[in-house]
């Protein structure tokens, strides 16, 4: 029998983790014990007036492989905004940079890493900026198959777990459509989520957040926003989800 998950349902959100996400909107959730399918993996914080089903098996078994032996770059790292700071001064673009180095040197692959010193980027129209730049370089370097937003969430207290919390945005483009339709790239990007949440070491995954506004997912790419701590981690703890999280991604995108 096929499950099913309604995503996007009024103030009804699916969490299985104590993650904090303070900059999301008040939900109610659904306790694990009541749900016998993945509806755990998502959780939806913005209200919208409309319930979409996403087949939920269909994602864990999308085929996310990328090619092999290519000449150029395939997965590309940006920051929508890499003014982030971590508690010890450390900022997102210095995760990107150790996670670039991280999936160059485990699998062979290249990696664009995208980011300006000292550019701070407001927050209102960010995603609009990052989307121009992202389609500027995937214009110039058509090899590119997964792009990676790399941010941090807010936290109200200090994490004592030697790992830093990771947990994924996906946009689901529907806030401004008539007919609220999900598009391939959103269904191809829940998919990345779903499959990096389920990989063999994803206990550092907490919250997949939707959300139905772009947050770049009309970009014809594998798009992945995810958070690698927060801003009361330190640099140490989010290297060491750097690593798993690099192990996952090359499960999931056949790199092994």
């Not at 016998?36 to 939806?44: A, C, I, L, N, V």
């Not at 070491?201 to 959300?211: L, T």
């Amino acid at each position: 029998m096929k499950r099913l998950l309604a995503v996007g349902v009024i103030g009804v959100g699916f969490c299985i983790s104590s993650v904090i996400a303070p900059h999301t909107h008040a939900q109610n959730t659904l306790e694990i014990e009541e749900v016998d399918t993945y509806e755990e993996f998502f959780t939806s914080y913005l209200t919208e007036n409309i319930s979409h089903v996403v087949d939920i098996p269909a994602l864990l078994n999308e085929d996310l492989f990328i090619a092999k032996n290519v000449d150029g770059p395939q997965i590309l790292i940006v920051h929508t905004y890499p003014d982030e700071i971590y508690s010890d001064g450390s900022s997102v673009v210095d995760a990107g940079k150790t996670l670039s180095q991280l999936i160059q040197d485990t699998y062979n692959v290249q990696v664009y890493h995208y980011y300006k010193e000292g550019y701070s980027l407001g927050r209102v129209g960010a995603y609009d900026r990052s989307s121009t730049d992202i389609k500027d370089i995937l214009q110039k370097y058509p090899t590119i198959e997964v792009v990676l937003d790399v941010q941090l969430d807010l936290a109200f207290e200090p994490n004592k777990d030697e790992f830093a919390r990771v947990s994924f945005v996906n946009g689901l483009d529907t806030y401004e459509s008539e007919n609220k339709a999900y598009s391939e790239n959103v269904i191809e990007n829940l998919a990345l989520s779903a499959q990096l949440k389920t990989a063999n070491n994803a206990s550092i995954v907490g919250h997949i957040f939707v959300n139905p506004y772009t947050y770049n997912s009309d970009i014809d790419v594998k798009l992945l926003i995810v958070n690698f701590g927060t801003d009361r981690d330190e640099m140490w703890q989010v290297e060491n989800s750097l690593g798993v999280f690099t192990e996952n991604l090359g499960e999931v995108l056949g790199l092994k």
